[in-house]
Nanobody, 126 residues
Framework: QVQLVESGGGLVQAGGSLRLSCAAS????????MGWFRQAPGQEREFVAA????????LYADFVKGRFTISRDNAKNTLYLQMNSLKYEDTAVYYC???????????????????WGQGTQVTVSS
């Protein structure tokens, strides 16, 4: 059974930093895109960042460019999201995702990721 388990969320002041981790188990995703989405209360889930299987290609939503960095350690089957200069509007539940299709450009849409974690809450106080 495939599982994606996020950790690292919490409460932080605006301007602070957090590092999210996502540990995958049940299969390896070293050839598959992985990424992060988020969902704030009353809003739809939105794309945050994604990375190719090798880690060579990264994609970011415009609202996190220059502040967030996505990376992966395939030896550990783990995905990361370093979040710096956090803003109040970054408050949301953050979800780790994995694509079942290998060897492709990381997708940006919810529907193209088959595997989802349970989410971790990030709260930024103003």
């Amino acid at each position: 059974q495939v599982q994606l388990v996020e950790s690292g969320g919490g409460l932080v002041q605006a301007g602070g930093s957090l590092r999210l981790s996502c540990a995958a188990s049940g299969r390896t995703f070293s050839n598959n895109p992985m990424g992060w989405f988020r969902q704030a209360p009353g809003q739809e889930r939105e794309f945050v960042a994604a990375v190719s299987g090798s880690g060579a290609r990264t994609l970011y939503a415009d609202f996190v460019k220059g502040r967030f960095t996505i990376s992966r350690d395939n030896a550990k089957n783990t995905l990361y999201l370093q979040m710096n200069s956090l803003k109040y509007e970054d408050t949301a539940v953050y979800y780790c995702v994995a694509d079942a299709t290998p060897w492709r450009t990381p997708p940006r849409t919810v529907y193209e990721y088959e595997y989802w974690g349970q989410g971790t809450q990030v709260t930024v106080s103003s």
